[in-house]
Nanobody, 121 residues
Framework: QVQLVESGGGLVQAGGSLRLSCAAS??????MGWFRRAPGKEREIVAA????????YYADSVKGRFTISRDNAKNTMQLQMNSLKPEDTAVYYC????????????????WGKGTLVTVSS
């Protein structure tokens, strides 16, 4: 069983930056990703990284602005978010597990409880 805890959310003005972190209990030899759910919308993938950090994926909406990374020695994953926009406002979830081919679909074994990111205009 893997427990995931997100941190780093908060309120930021448009154009600002935030860095989200996900701390995992136990092994992090899993594909991992960040997902978000905006008010009134379905959950969507933001970015994903495979267990070795050799492969990454970004949603088109965040390419060039967000960077995903991980540190397996510390069992952590990060999401650096720059040039934030009001439409990035959402609860951001850390997730782990699942085959790489299914990560984009959100088929993950473990989920955190989420951290709220609010971007004001």
């Amino acid at each position: 069983q893997v427990q995931l805890v997100e941190s780093g959310g908060g309120l930021v003005q448009a154009g600002g930056s935030l860095r989200l972190s996900c701390a995992a209990s136990g092994s992090t030899r899993y594909n991992m990703g960040w997902f978000r759910r905006a008010p009134g919308k379905e959950r969507e993938i933001v970015a994903a990284i495979d267990w070795s950090a050799a492969s990454t994926y970004y949603a088109d909406s965040v390419k060039g602005r967000f960077t995903i990374s991980r540190d397996n020695a510390k069992n952590t994953m990060q999401l650096q978010m720059n040039s934030l926009k009001p439409e990035d406002t959402a609860v951001y979830y850390c997730a782990a597990g699942g085959m790489w081919s299914r990560v984009i679909s959100g088929v993950m074994n473990y989920w955190g409880k989420g951290t709220l990111v609010t971007v004001s205009s």
